[in-house]
């Protein structure tokens, strides 16, 4: 079974300009999940899709990130502008539907902002 | 809300000692689930175990084992023999059953092991 496929591995950008990064899930996955990881602490919902619908995005800051999962399969995460502070690791992860299932994390992408 | 709490934030053993990670989590539900994932070097969180709040067994894996008490809202993890590989940083996560509900994680405990 392939896993969560993310791209790219790494970004680095100045701030202000713009980023996307893409999530392919676990095939089936009604579940997918974007965390943001900062050095040193633990992964930090950013926003939570059950198949195309947005369930938990409360952590979001909406005034520079957006996301969006076409068809209720893959999924993109832009920033636009970028801060210094959104330098981080940006993990995709998908999970079968229920809090009983565990979730599967891609690898990551590291974002830096310069 | 829910939190996971894990204060220990770097643990350093030597090669064959054993060594426990502690998580203490807090939820409101009455039916919910832990979790511990590994984070080695190449960055991706790997799951290790799921348990849900009404089975209150311990459990055994090779090395790992876990022990889950809701007396106390702790689910700890421990290596027996610890070995260079098992170097990473630890997360312990919670979800309830609640809904379409969120994965919360603490903020990690980076175990190094040296030989």
């Known amino acids: 079974e392939a896993g969560v496929a993310q791209s790219p591995r790494y970004k680095i950008i100045e701030k202000r300009q713009s980023v996307a990064f893409w999530c392919n899930p676990i095939?089936?996955?009604?579940?997918l999940y974007w965390y943001q990881q900062i050095l040193g602490q633990g992964p930090k919902l950013l926003i939570q899709?059950?198949?195309?619908?947005?369930?938990?995005d409360s952590q979001l800051p909406k005034d520079r990130f957006s996301a969006e999962r076409l068809k209720g399969v893959d999924s993109t995460l832009k920033i636009q502008p970028a801060k210094l502070e959104d330098s981080a690791v940006y993990l995709c992860?998908?999970?079968?539907?229920?809090?009983?299932?565990?979730?599967?994390f891609g690898q990551g992408t590291r974002l830096t902002v310069v | 809300a829910q939190k996971v709490t894990q204060a220990q934030t770097e643990i350093s053993v030597v090669e064959k000692e054993d060594v426990t990670l502690d998580c203490v989590y807090e939820?409101?539900?009455?039916?919910?689930?832990l979790f511990w994932y590994k984070q080695p070097p190449s960055g991706e969180l790997v799951f290790l175990i799921r348990?849900?709040?009404?089975?209150?067994q311990n459990e055994i894996s090779g090395r790992y084992s876990w022990n889950f008490q809701k007396s106390t809202s702790s689910f700890n993890f421990t290596i027996t023999a610890s070995q260079v590989v098992d170097s990473a940083v630890y997360f312990c996560?919670?979800?309830?059953?609640?809904?379409?509900?969120?994965?919360?994680f603490g903020k990690g405990t980076m175990l190094l092991v040296s030989p």
């Open positions: 996560a919670l979800r309830s059953n609640s809904g379409y509900s969120t994965l919360t």
């Open positions: 939820t409101r539900d009455t039916t919910y689930y």
């Open positions: 992860a998908s999970s079968w539907t229920g809090g009983s299932t565990e979730a599967f």
């Open positions: 348990r849900n709040s009404f089975d209150e």
């Open positions: 095939s089936g996955h009604a579940t």
């Open positions: 899709f059950q198949n195309n619908g947005v369930v938990d």
